[in-house]
């Protein structure tokens, strides 16, 4: 667990001294949240229709709810209704990107602080809606279909907003969700269940859904080979993670049968260099496998030695437990709304870099 997560988790002495001097700054952050959500409601701070119809996913916790899994569940389902979606994402890092691309290999990823002329470039290149990634508080942009991802392992009814928390703004912005989907990697069902019903109540009829983020299998990141999850069982396994919630891939390995000695945690987006992978392959060599994430996979696989332990990476299937009526039902609303969508003269293409935002073929 990393120091702010022991902070804001923590009941130890140190973690509650930690949030009483936090709280101030605490109290004033989620204030200028408060105050920014109502000056967009009352039209002071303008918003825009974009030029595609848009659904955006995101939190109001920092990380850990699996925004780049369920995005790219949602692009998959509109590819497969004969949609062109495109993938927005501000990229804070390197790797989400990376990840979409190897996720959704048919659907463009366009990255680029300006999400509205990024939607702009995404209709250039032929695209007919998109899917805004880690977009929630992102209110420049109009939606059609808001989702709100909240995630099992980590959720409680009182909760500080940053620094003395994990959350982006209060709770109090549940409101603007068309859909809550409740994440869940090692959490049971049943813990995600009490959650649903305690965010029903609070939301007063947000369609909701409860979704499995499952590692279906493990694929080699020198030779893209694959084993069932399976092969898991009984290994001795060094877990690297630089995602926002490292623990709850660290107890997914576990409760997948896999024996995690060492746990290699990072802090979100970690721009990995030669001196961490050689540190990695010095106390991987220790064990039966090294496992990561997708996310640290793009990374680390072109700095990894032919000769270093095998590294593998888990492919996380996202299983609808609950709600899969109220999921069809919204994007439906986007495939619907593509019919508004006048036609482009084709393409772009990658080249078009005087919009200063790259599609999945420049980023390969």
């Known amino acids: 667990m990393s120091w702010p997560e022991r902070v804001w988790y923590g009941d130890s002495i140190?973690?509650?001294?930690?949030?009483?001097?936090?709280a101030p700054p605490s109290w004033l952050y989620c204030a200028s949240a408060v105050l920014r959500d109502r000056l967009y409601d009352a039209g002071v701070l303008p918003s825009v229709d974009p030029v595609l119809p848009a659904l955006a996913v995101g939190n109001l916790s920092v990380g850990g709810t699996g925004k780049t899994p369920?995005?790219?569940?949602a692009t998959r389902r509109l590819l497969s209704h004969g949609a062109r979606p495109a993938i927005v994402l501000r990229g804070y890092g390197a790797?989400?990107?990376l990840v979409h691309q190897r996720l959704n290999p048919d659907a463009l990823v366009i990255v680029g602080a300006d999400r509205v002329r990024a939607v702009q470039l995404a209709r250039a290149q032929g695209a007919d809606?998109?899917?805004?990634?880690?977009?929630y508080q992102h209110r420049r942009i109009r939606r059609r279909e808001n989702w709100l991802l909240v995630a099992a392992e980590r959720w409680e009814p009182v909760q500080r907003c940053l620094p003395a928390g994990p959350l982006r703004e209060p709770a109090t912005g549940m409101a603007r969700?068309?859909?809550?989907?409740?994440?869940?990697k090692s959490a049971a069902h049943e813990t995600a269940q009490r959650i649903a019903k305690q965010l029903a109540s609070a939301t007063a009829g947000t369609p909701l859904a409860i979704v499995h983020l499952v590692p279906n299998a493990i694929v080699n990141v020198r030779d893209g080979t694959t084993q069932s999850v399976h092969a898991l069982r009984r290994a001795r396994v060094m877990a690297v993670a630089a995602v926002g919630a490292p623990d709850a891939f660290f107890a997914q390995l576990r409760s997948a049968g896999a024996i995690v000695v060492h746990e290699a945690a990072f802090r979100d987006h970690r721009a990995y260099d030669a001196g961490d992978v050689a540190e990695l392959v010095r106390r991987g060599r220790e064990y039966d496998m090294v496992v990561c994430t997708l996310k640290d996979a793009v990374k680390l696989a072109p700095l990894w030695p032919r000769e270093g332990p095998g590294l593998w990476y888990v492919s996380q299937g996202v299983e609808v437990e609950y709600g899969e009526t109220a999921l069809d039902t919204s994007l439906n609303t986007i495939l619907a709304a593509r019919a508004s969508v006048p036609p482009t003269a084709g393409p772009a293409g990658p080249d078009s870099h005087d919009h200063g935002y790259r599609s999945s073929t420049a980023d390969q």
């Open 95 to 97: 790797d989400e990107p």
């Open 177 to 184: 969700a068309t859909l809550i989907v409740v994440t869940r």
């Open 70 to 73: 369920v995005a790219a569940w």
């Open 14 to 22: 140190g973690a509650v001294l930690a949030r009483a001097v936090l």
């Open 129 to 135: 809606c998109v899917v805004l990634d880690d977009a």
